[in-house]
């Protein structure tokens, strides 16, 4: 289990797949695409989920739960959701021994069963906003597939929500990605260029999209989280109006966005080094652990005894902490693998530190090892896993900051994009010209990103002036 | 939304879905036989799902996801699994626009996917136990559907275990049912019959099947909860073995038990009336719902700077609250809404009563209604959320007992089961006796419960002697 992972500079793509299933967070599946998340990733997964769920209500959202699905015409009502959609759907065409009259596909994602029941619940602006996220698992047909990143069934929210302007829709979605920011940067301890889509880009059916995207340890960028101004699109295709404060009768305007399990795949390589994991203490199933060593009865007897009143008192101060008792492996077993694991603190207790009161301190994120008494880790733990929080914060800004290279021509595009790297630079191109540069290069636009400098340049594809700038790069 | 619901006396099932849809617990989706689970419904369930997943934590075991699909195959290794899950089946047959190789189903239960992967992980009895819980949809396509109660696709939990020895098996299978039994009688003040299921009403691959009862509101059985011994029979289907502790080759043992959104509908039968629902204060998303009177906006004013204090001391007590401030409504309006909504308390606060000090408090269980001052209401309201939990809790056992009969001869079976209730009798009669009682009667064999008074006596339809007794009653 606790055999090496390969190393990221021998192969980043084996590494990563190494550290998923050595840290036990997922396994492949017999089913093509489909992946088992094993009880230590979904520990993660659980974080991650329950931070946000609390996040969403806090700003008000509630949350529900739609069938999974859905009549194949109900894609078809909004032309460039099927379009997007229709090609990677899976189709249930039997149920009960029958073939079905229509057939059902497994919801990519639920704007269309939504918005039908939109229509019912809907009828004046005292109905609206209707502010509904869903926890749901998700199925779209893939064909390369990679754990957690990207396979054929996932698991994510999906808020929708239904709004009386598009002020207040617009406002919604812009509240949501800055939601999304806030977790990223906040718990995940990744930061992220916070940005609009281009055209190409978009998701089926909206009208604007925003992203959060994420610099993994390789370079490339991560999409990691989604909201989308849907304007009246689903309205329309639905037939859902509402009766406005004029006595108007209106289309509904409408948001969505969502995050999914690919965030654990971004956890684990914006912090992961070649012995594994390294997860930020606000989302780490154990942000201590502790292995007691000892050779014999007596041993255990004094350091079990040393061992309890830590775990008591690490389990008043709510930190989340477990003491690894297998007596099955070695401690130096132990150690490689909680680090494989990515505990942010591992507690080594053996009977010299018994006597002299003291423990053995070991920090996943930087490797530092020392010896301090027990109290005064006890009084300082707390403090120490929140600036351990914020350093793998800023270690990873630095590495963005470092790795972003301002361009001015095409050749510099490519060069940035051959070594790895964000590229900024002053973009006025067409679409045509973006799947141009795609083709050419394998970097895509990954955003607009909202703050902008406002200054002028020129483009460094059309040469044409432009304020606008945006961030190229390899995605993942 | 507050209009009346069709009284039980009139239409038991009517009432039924009256109130689930007034309610606003669920409605009816465009997709047979699947329901939208709405934002009250789904908080409901959340309060449900939290906390058996604290007791399933607290007893060992540990959370994961397996894939929704499954070869079509794995289904037909265990031959009694196939045959009992076969008719109910969803079945992908498309996926990414191409016909597959092999049709996929959408789980129904997982064992199939879940034993193909244990052979994976295990090896030796060090492996074990496997304590594995999911919560996830899964999907059975039922010809008679009702909300909550029997829906195409449904919400649950399902265990998995595996074990070392058929004795810790079946330990954890009863350990299970144990959890489902105290679940049910202290959060969701519902008594239940434990027992054991007959071979004719054993889960689909199982050995033996221990389910939780319960008696609704009409009379009639819930099966609220089941847990099974499933012996070896999975293991071997999926060949699954582990070397014991004497280095012998051994099929592994296995249990597996799960709820579901029914609990829902078991609720809402067990406590509701002709006002809509009553919900047990320990599992109701608002335990006390505030509803602030007032006419101009200086009794707004005085009226809600005595609701925020009131509001701000039972966020203290961590009691679930909600202040209505719609102004859309009246205050008769919102009573009725609540009522419906089946929040334990309601509290209502009028000028007079900010001058007096006072509050007026309505209990949605009894109907009673008095003043009281705001202290002598904010010192109580805990201890009197928890007596209203068990007052729920005794009159639905008595309620049980009052309509629990016993029976010694088949016309008094048809009798009890003619008015309503529970029969409960000796028995020793074949499968073939059951099928025909419950082809002549409707009633079935709903447990052999656990407790057994060990007193012997005539079989009711066969008039062997035994000391064997059963329950018997018409079932959803």
Same mark, same amino acid.
């Given at each position: 289990?606790?055999?090496?992972?390969?190393?990221?500079?021998?192969?980043?793509?084996?590494?990563?797949?190494?550290?998923?299933?050595?840290?036990?967070?997922?396994?492949?599946?017999?089913?093509?695409?489909?992946?088992?998340?094993?009880?230590?990733?979904?520990?993660?997964?659980?974080?991650?989920?329950?931070?946000?769920?609390?996040?969403?209500?806090?700003?008000?959202?509630?949350?529900?739960?739609?069938?999974?699905?859905?009549?194949?015409?109900?894609?078809?009502?909004?032309?460039?959701?099927?379009?997007?959609?229709?090609?990677?759907?899976?189709?249930?065409?039997?149920?009960?021994?029958?073939?079905?009259?229509?057939?059902?596909?497994?919801?990519?994602?639920?704007?269309?069963?939504?918005?039908?029941?939109?229509?019912?619940?809907?009828?004046?602006?005292?109905?609206?906003?209707?502010?509904?996220?869903?926890?749901?698992?998700?199925?779209?047909?893939?064909?390369?597939?990679?754990?957690?990143?990207?396979?054929?069934?996932?698991?994510?929210?999906?808020?929708?929500?239904?709004?009386?302007?598009?002020?207040?829709?617009?406002?919604?979605?812009?509240?949501?990605?800055?939601?999304?920011?806030?977790?990223?940067?906040?718990?995940?301890?990744?930061?992220?260029?916070? =940005?609009?889509?281009?055209?190409? #880009?978009?998701?089926?059916?909206? *009208? +604007? &999209?925003?992203?959060?995207?994420?610099?993994?340890? %390789?370079?490339?960028?991560?999409?990691?989280?989604?909201?989308?101004?849907?304007?009246?699109?689903?309205?329309?295709?639905?037939?859902?109006?509402?009766?406005?404060?004029?006595?108007?009768?209106?289309?509904?305007?409408?948001?969505?966005?969502?995050?999914?399990?690919?965030?654990?795949?971004?956890?684990?390589?914006?912090?992961?080094?070649?012995?594994?994991?390294?997860?930020?203490?606000?989302?780490?199933?154990?942000?201590?652990?502790?292995?007691?060593?000892?050779?014999?009865?007596?041993?255990?007897?004094?350091?079990?005894?040393?061992?309890?009143?830590?775990?008591?008192?690490?389990?008043?101060?709510?930190?989340?902490?477990?003491?690894?008792?297998?007596?099955?492996?070695?401690?130096?077993?132990?150690?490689?693998?909680?680090?494989?694991? =990515?505990?942010?603190?591992?507690? #080594?207790?053996?009977?010299?530190? *018994? +006597? &002299?009161?003291?423990?053995?301190?070991?920090?996943? %994120?930087?490797?530092?090892?020392?010896?301090?008494?027990?109290?005064?880790?006890?009084?300082?733990?707390?403090?120490?896993?929140?600036?351990?929080?914020?350093?793998?914060?800023?270690?990873?800004?630095?590495?963005?900051?470092?790795?972003?290279?301002?361009?001015?021509?095409?050749?510099?595009?490519?060069?940035?994009?051959?070594?790895?790297?964000?590229?900024?630079?002053?973009?006025?191109?067409?679409?045509?010209?973006?799947?141009?540069?795609?083709?050419?290069?394998?970097?895509?636009?990954?955003?607009?990103?909202?703050?902008?400098?406002?200054?002028?340049?020129?483009?460094?594809?059309?040469?044409?002036?432009?304020?606008?700038?945006?961030?190229?790069?390899?995605?993942?």
């Amino acid at each position: 289990m606790s055999k090496g992972v390969t190393p990221q500079s021998k192969d980043y793509s084996k590494w990563y797949t190494d550290v998923v299933q050595k840290a036990e967070l997922a396994d492949y599946s017999p089913v093509k695409g489909c992946m088992v998340i094993r009880p230590y990733g979904y520990a993660l997964w659980e974080n991650i989920r329950n931070t946000l769920d609390a996040m969403f209500k806090a700003t008000g959202h509630v949350n529900a739960y739609f069938p999974m699905l859905i009549p194949e015409s109900f894609l078809k009502r909004e032309a460039e959701h099927v379009e997007g959609f229709a090609p990677e759907l899976a189709v249930v065409t039997h149920g009960g021994g029958k073939l079905l009259e229509e057939p059902l596909v497994i919801r990519p994602t639920s704007e269309t069963i939504i918005w039908s029941m939109y229509k019912k619940w809907i009828n004046s602006y005292r109905d609206l906003p209707l502010l509904i996220n869903q926890w749901a698992n998700v199925v779209r047909w893939e064909m390369r597939t990679r754990l957690f990143l990207r396979t054929t069934e996932f698991l994510w929210q999906e808020g929708h929500t239904a709004h009386a302007s598009e002020k207040e829709a617009r406002e919604e979605a812009y509240k949501m990605i800055d939601v999304y920011r806030e977790f990223a940067e906040s718990y995940m301890a990744m930061p992220v260029i916070v =940005g609009k889509k281009t055209e190409n #880009e978009k998701f089926a059916g909206a *009208v +604007e &999209t925003y992203s959060i995207e994420a610099m993994m340890g %390789d370079m490339r960028a991560l999409q990691s989280g989604t909201s989308h101004y849907l304007g009246q699109n689903f309205a329309k295709a639905f037939d859902v109006t509402f009766q406005n404060e004029n006595n108007e009768l209106e289309y509904v305007y409408a948001s969505s966005w969502g995050v999914s399990t690919r965030l654990v795949g971004a956890l684990i390589m914006s912090h992961g080094d070649d012995k594994g994991l390294i997860l930020p203490p606000h989302l780490a199933p154990y942000q201590v652990v502790i292995v007691p060593i000892y050779r014999d009865a007596a041993g255990r007897s004094a350091v079990m005894s040393f061992v309890n009143q830590i775990s008591e008192s690490l389990a008043k101060s709510a930190v989340r902490y477990h003491v690894d008792l297998r007596d099955t492996v070695s401690p130096g077993f132990k150690f490689n693998d909680w680090e494989m694991k =990515g505990v942010p603190l591992r507690l #080594e207790v053996g009977p010299r530190d *018994v +006597e &002299t009161g003291n423990v053995v301190l070991a920090r996943r %994120d930087n490797g530092e090892k020392k010896s301090l008494s027990k109290d005064s880790f006890l009084s300082t733990v707390t403090a120490l896993l929140e600036s351990i929080q914020k350093e793998m914060f800023q270690k990873r800004k630095s590495f963005r900051e470092q790795n972003t290279i301002d361009i001015r021509d095409y050749e510099a595009l490519k060069e940035v994009i051959g070594k790895g790297g964000f590229a900024r630079a002053y973009w006025d191109g067409s679409g045509d010209d973006e799947k141009q540069i795609q083709e050419e290069t394998k970097a895509s636009i990954r955003c607009i990103p909202f703050e902008q400098d406002g200054t002028e340049g020129e483009c460094f594809y059309t040469g044409r002036k432009t304020k606008k700038r945006v961030i190229l790069a390899k995605a993942y």
